[in-house]
């Protein structure tokens, strides 16, 4: 039996993201507050899945990261809430004549268990991406209390994503 195998066409971009987990701040994840006692130290909110989720698309487009876009050293970027920063880059990828196809995301700690979350992630991310709930994929993983996150001293997230020009 001879196969043939299509060729995919469009941009692929990853991204990657961590913090530190400490006493005193909220944890977000995919733009939903997470009940916890620690949370990520960060300039912003934190969410590091969000923000993994950034660094794949700009880098996507063939744009700079998130730090070029939103500095930690502008004030005006003190504790935002990443969603702003999403919806901000959705307008700079629809800019430059791109959409998302899909995303494929997973978040490293070893806890709280993230399952009853992810569904709510989901829609939400959804929303800010204009894609349908079925072209998310979010995998929660522990580290095996193996390194940082497996100690839990840091949140981790990567993602990835399929991006095409939007054909006018």
């Known amino acids: 039996m001879i196969e043939t195998i299509k060729q995919i066409e469009g941009n692929i971009g ?4 961590i913090h530190q987990l400490v006493p005193s701040r909220k944890l977000v994840i995919g733009g939903i507050e997470i009940d916890y006692h620690l949370g990520a130290l960060a300039h912003s909110d934190g969410d ?9 698309i700009l880098t996507g ?3 700079l990261d998130i730090g070029s876009h939103f500095p930690d050293t ?14 901000e880059v959705m307008t700079i990828c629809h800019s430059k004549g791109y959409k998302i196809n899909n995303v494929s995301l997973t978040v490293i700690l070893e806890e709280p268990k993230l399952a009853d979350y992810i569904p709510i992630m989901k829609v939400k991310l959804a929303n800010l ?5 079925s072209d998310i994929g979010i995998a929660a993983k522990t580290n095996e209390k193996l390194g940082l996150a497996g100690e839990s001293k840091a949140i981790i997230a990567f993602a990835a994503v399929s ?3 939007i054909e006018t």
């Open 14 to 17: 990853f991204g990657y993201d």
């Open 48 to 56: 590091v899945l969000i923000h993994a989720l950034i660094d794949a």
């Open 61 to 63: 487009i063939g744009s």
């Open 74 to 87: 502008d004030r005006k970027y003190f504790g935002i809430d990443s969603t702003i920063l999403l919806s």
């Open 129 to 133: 991406l204009k894609v349908k709930v």
């Open 163 to 165: 991006l095409n020009k």
